[in-house]
């Protein structure tokens, strides 16, 4: 299968073992916070409130990725 769709076979052997990356591990992470935080506001936050929210509690990212994870879970 990897000679197939030219990928390494560490790379085949990596999603076998662990679907989920790095990087999806911790945006399921920072849902979970951003979910929390806009449920204390009542749901009257937008994404650059939630973002400063999330540097008080030392989870750093950017206002981009905060928008974009709020926009994809609706």
């Known amino acids: 299968m990897?000679?197939?769709t030219t990928v390494h076979p560490g790379g085949c052997h990596g999603?076998?073992?662990d679907p989920?990356?790095?990087f999806g591990?911790?945006?399921q992470h920072l849902l979970g916070v951003l979910k929390l935080a806009l449920l204390e506001s009542g749901g009257?936050?937008?994404y650059r409130k939630l973002t400063l929210d999330?540097?008080?509690l030392e989870d750093r990212c950017g206002k981009h990725r905060v928008a974009h994870l709020?926009?994809?879970e609706g």
């Open 15 to 17: 999603r076998k073992c």
């Open 70 to 72: 709020i926009k994809l």
């Open 44 to 46: 009257v936050y937008g």
């Open 20 to 22: 989920v990356s790095a």
């Open 25 to 27: 591990k911790n945006d």
């Open 54 to 56: 999330m540097r008080d």
């Open 2 to 4: 990897c000679r197939l």
